[in-house]
Structures are given as C-alpha cells and as structure tokens.
C-alpha cells in the first residue's frame, strides 16, 4: 500500500512539472499580471442569471447566442433589430452583467476573441454616465481596438483571431476608467459621472467607419471584482 501511495505521488509530481514546463512564458506572464492587477479586490459571486442576454427582438437566443465548453459567442447583423421593438439604438447582442454599483472601485475581467471581419462594433462598455449613456466603450475598426471611435487613440492593434485579455478599472469617486491590454496599461481616462453603472460585453453595432454586415465576439474567463 506505501508502495503504490508513493508511486501515485510520484506520478503526479511528475504531471506537475510537465504542466509547468509546457505552459508558455507568455502564459505563465500573463497569468502574473493578471494576479497583480486583481490583488487587493474582492471577486464578486455571480449567478448564471445575472449574465442577461441582449438580442434582437425578433429571433430566438439560438440564432444570436451561443454558450458552451466555457465561451459565450455572440454575433449580430448589421441589418437586425434593436433589443425592443420601441428601442431607439441599433442591433446588438450583449451581456448585460446585472450587478449595479454606485460607489467603490469596481474591475471587469475577460478575454475576448474577435473573428476577422467585424468591425464597427462595440465589445464592452461600462454602462451609466451624466450626460450620455455610457462611461466606457471599446470598439473594433479593422483589427484595432479603439476607445469609442476614435481611431486616434487605438489601445490594441492586430486583435483578429487570437485571445486578448482584458481588465477594465473604474473608480468611481476619482472619477477615472483604467484599461490593460494583456496586463499592459493602455488606456486611462475620465469617468462621465452617473449614479449607476453596469458591465456589458458582446457586440453592438456602432454607425461610424462602415460597420461590417456581421459582427461577433467571443468571450471567456469573465469576472468583475471590487473593492471599496
């Protein structure tokens, strides 16, 4: 029996290491800076139904929406319908992750993968803001991740077809929105005020720089975290 225990240790002492060995630079990296940029928060618990599902009014979740092994994929046409059949913005399909906040610093974490081809869509924002609707977005132009539509102030190049990490910061009391790109800086910028706010991710069709005919995200490994 003491035999067979140390034979089982050893083996998965062994699985251990070829693990570590076969796990990249780049991921072992990555995974670094995200565990740095979460310390100190606290991850939020979220159930399954607080991630609700934006689509058009029109055709079923299946056609929109899909959830499996992990990854929530969502595309849209350009062509669809809004949400609501009395909604006033255009076609999208996005989660809305339904976990309100008015005060405290707050982050959203995720990695999204962008199919070649979209583009002219928003992939995430931080929704509520003063004196419009939003405090944060970040849309895809032709493989470039931009703050709002502006093509001036790309935070990330080259995003078609791979994983990107993402971690948003949004301290409400200083009033700033703090973006990392795998676990890079590359975006600070002020808050829009507003009294509450949520994450939301997926795409939404935006109606600058030709938006494509469709559009699609992927996204996995999401999760929001907060401290006060």
């Not at 670094?32 to 606290?42: D, E, K, V, W, Y």
């Not at 190049?157 to 929105?177: E, F, K, M, P, T």
């Amino acid at each position: 029996m003491a035999a067979a225990s140390s034979s089982t240790s050893r083996s998965l002492l062994l699985l251990l290491v070829v693990v570590a060995v076969s796990a990249s630079p780049t991921t072992l990296a990555g995974a670094a800076r995200s565990a740095h940029l979460t310390a100190g928060f606290t991850r939020v618990r979220l159930r399954e139904s607080q991630f609700v599902v934006q689509r058009p009014y029109d055709v079923p979740l299946r056609e929109r929406y899909q959830h499996s092994g992990g990854v929530r994929r969502m595309w849209v046409f350009a062509f669809d319908k809004p949400i609501r059949a009395t909604h006033p913005r255009g076609a999208r399909t996005e989660i809305k992750v339904d976990k309100i906040y008015s005060s405290g610093v707050w982050q959203f974490e995720g990695d999204v993968f962008v199919p070649s081809g979209t583009s002219g869509a928003s992939v995430m924002q931080i929704f509520g803001a003063a004196t419009h609707a939003t405090t944060l977005m970040l849309h895809v132009y032709g493989g470039r991740l931009t703050y709002y539509h502006d093509l001036r102030r790309v935070l990330a190049a080259g995003v078609y077809d791979r994983w990107v990490r993402l971690h948003v910061v949004h301290d409400v009391a200083a009033g700033n929105v703090t973006v990392f790109v795998d676990g890079e800086r590359r975006l600070s910028a002020p808050g829009q005020g507003g009294s509450e706010h949520y994450f939301k991710f997926g795409v939404y069709k935006q109606s600058h720089h030709q938006p494509s005919r469709r559009m699609e995200s992927r996204w996995k490994n999401v999760a929001v975290y907060t401290k006060p």
